[in-house]
Nanobody, 114 residues
Framework: VQLVQSGGGLVQPGGSLRLSCAASGFTFSSTDMRWYRQAPGKERELVAAIGGAANLTYYVESVKGRFTISRDNTKNTVYLQMNSLKPEDTAVYYC????????WGQGTQVTVSS
C-alpha cells in the first residue's frame, strides 16, 4: 500500500493550493479517504473526509466554504482544493486511507504567509 502526496508549498494569505494523494495497493474506489493536518505544537486534526463513492463529505468547521475534498476513482487519487487560505491553515497535511490497517501519506507542508 502506498499513498503518495503532492502539492503544497508557500502561499500568501488569500491564495489557493491543491493537494493530491495518489493511492495504490488497495481497492481505492470503495475506501473512505481523509485529509488531516498538524500544526506545530498542536494535535493532528481531521480536516475533510470523503466516502468511496464521493457522495458523502465532511469538513471541519474552520475550513467549510474554503476547502473542497474530491476524488477521481479512475486515477486512484484524492484531492484537497484549498482556497482563501489563512495563516492558521499553516500545517503539515496528511492523507489517510480508512482501511482495516489505516495508511497515511508522507505529509506535505503548507505555509500561508506574506
Amino acid at each position: 500500500v502506498q499513498l503518495v502526496q503532492s502539492g503544497g508549498g508557500l502561499v500568501q494569505p488569500g491564495g489557493s493550493l491543491r493537494l493530491s494523494c495518489a493511492a495504490s495497493g488497495f481497492t481505492f474506489s470503495s475506501t473512505d479517504m481523509r485529509w488531516y493536518r498538524q500544526a506545530p505544537g498542536k494535535e493532528r486534526e481531521l480536516v475533510a473526509a470523503i466516502g468511496g463513492a464521493a457522495n458523502l463529505t465532511y469538513y471541519v468547521e474552520s475550513v467549510k466554504g474554503r476547502f473542497t475534498i474530491s476524488r477521481d476513482n479512475t486515477k486512484n487519487t484524492v484531492y484537497l482544493q484549498m482556497n482563501s487560505l489563512k495563516p492558521e491553515d499553516t500545517a503539515v497535511y496528511y492523507c489517510k486511507a480508512i482501511t482495516p490497517v489505516a495508511y497515511w501519506g508522507q505529509g506535505t507542508q503548507v505555509t500561508v504567509s506574506s
